[in-house]
């Protein structure tokens, strides 16, 4: 791993800043292959926010984007606010191990807007008229349940958690695009990608494997034995790898080191 973190550092002027950043400091673009999703990536193999000065300066950034007072990120200065940007990047901090308890308004704010339906939407995209599109985003919701992972809570906020999780399960059945967004479960969502940046079968049951209310229900049971189909005797095949990672975390075989051990996670929340 030492060298695939040598050679992400040396790609750190590739999109044109300083830290993955592009030139005019938008830490969401490229998508697949932003500070966002390195800095994803490097938490995937249990790099820390403190061990590498790059690291440190793309978390100084990331942070210089946070409304302390809202709770929520822009990706690029004057940007917009959204939940699932602020939801990636708050997952991203939590796996580099920064602490820092200003975030915590963060996680407050998400269990203070939480829908009726149990999801999270983005309030700043125009709803449409129809019933799935004045809806949550089950993206967005994945999101927000990947960072609400590494915390501990209360009761009575396990209880809004556990309707997260339902409301990912019911999509489960009704597969239907959701949200202004229209996150759907279809043949690209059954693909197995890794990096975890887009709603899609490993990313979904990876997430939930560590909810017990997700593992006790029989559409979770369902969902695994689609994604366990698809194990070979290496670990799990990526069918859909990032074109922005393949050469860098893939053999040939699209057999990828990182996804086998977040697989191999998987299989140990559900045991």
Excluded at 136 to 164: C, Q
Aim: a positive charge.
């Amino acid at each position: 791993m030492d060298l695939l973190v040598k050679k992400l550092i040396e790609m750190r002027n590739i999109n044109g800043g300083t830290v993955w950043d592009r030139k005019d400091g938008n830490i969401y673009a490229p998508i697949g292959f932003s500070t966002i999703d390195v800095l994803s990536v490097l938490g995937d193999i249990g790099i820390k926010y403190n061990e590498y000065s790059i690291i440190k300066d793309a978390i100084e950034k990331m942070m210089s984007y946070y409304d302390e007072k809202k709770g929520m990120f822009q990706y690029v200065q004057k940007g917009s606010k959204l939940p699932c940007i602020t939801a990636k990047i708050l997952n991203t901090l939590q796996k580099l191990e920064y602490h820092n308890s200003i975030l915590e308004n963060s996680f407050r704010l998400f269990l203070e807007t939480q829908d009726c339906d149990g999801g999270w939407r983005c309030a700043t995209v125009k709803i449409g008229k129809s019933d799935s599109t004045d809806a949550s985003n089950p993206g967005t919701t994945l999101y927000v349940l990947d960072a609400f992972k590494h915390r501990e809570y209360s009761r009575k906020e396990n209880e809004k958690i556990d309707e997260a999780v339902l409301f990912l399960l019911k999509h489960w059945e009704t597969k239907k695009p959701l949200g202004p967004c229209e996150f759907g479960i279809g043949t690209q969502f059954m693909k197995t990608e890794y990096p975890f940046i887009r709603y899609n079968l490993f990313y979904y049951l990876y997430v939930l494997s560590f909810y017990e209310k997700a593992k006790k229900d029989k559409r979770f049971k369902e969902a695994f034995k689609m994604l366990k189909a698809k194990e070979t005797e290496k670990g799990i095949q990526i069918e859909h790898p990032n074109k922005n990672w393949k050469n860098i975390l893939f053999s040939e075989s699209n057999q990828c080191d990182i996804s086998n051990i977040k697989y191999k996670q998987l299989i140990e929340n559900i045991m």
